[in-house]
């Protein structure tokens, strides 16, 4: 499976961002796929889910700012971040997630979202 990140930079408080991951799986729209992040000194945490169905899930930390979308002809992930903060900024991976929350496969590379004050 190779996963790969893209769509990341840098940013004033309060823009957007839109970040994509093309997925090289079968069955792509068979899992639920989500996107993490991995702030400075922090550990990586889970931002976004989308199932099979749809159906999205979010932390309070992002909830009524991130939107994940999915495109499964296409075998790709969005995420459309507004309203960005400080506390936002990290390298955002996407992932297949496991019931668990934790991330299936193997990283990719990334991309990193830089949000200054």
């Known amino acids: 499976v190779q996963l790969v990140e893209s769509g990341g930079g840098l940013v004033h408080s309060g823009g957007s961002l839109r970040l994509s991951c093309t997925a090289s799986l079968m069955f792509f729209s068979g899992y639920t796929m989500g996107w993490y992040r991995q702030g400075p000194g922090k550990e990586r945490e889970l931002v976004a889910t989308i199932n099979a169905g749809g159906m999205t899930m979010y932390p309070e930390s992002v909830k009524g700012r991130f939107t994940i979308t999915r495109d499964n002809a296409e075998k790709t992930l969005k995420l459309q971040m507004n309203s960005l903060k400080v506390e936002d900024t990290g390298v955002y991976y996407c992932?297949?997630?496991?019931?668990?929350?934790?991330?299936?496969?193997?990283w990719g590379q990334g991309t990193q979202v830089t949000v200054s004050s």
């Open positions: 992932n297949r997630v496991a019931r668990t929350g934790a991330p299936i496969d193997y």
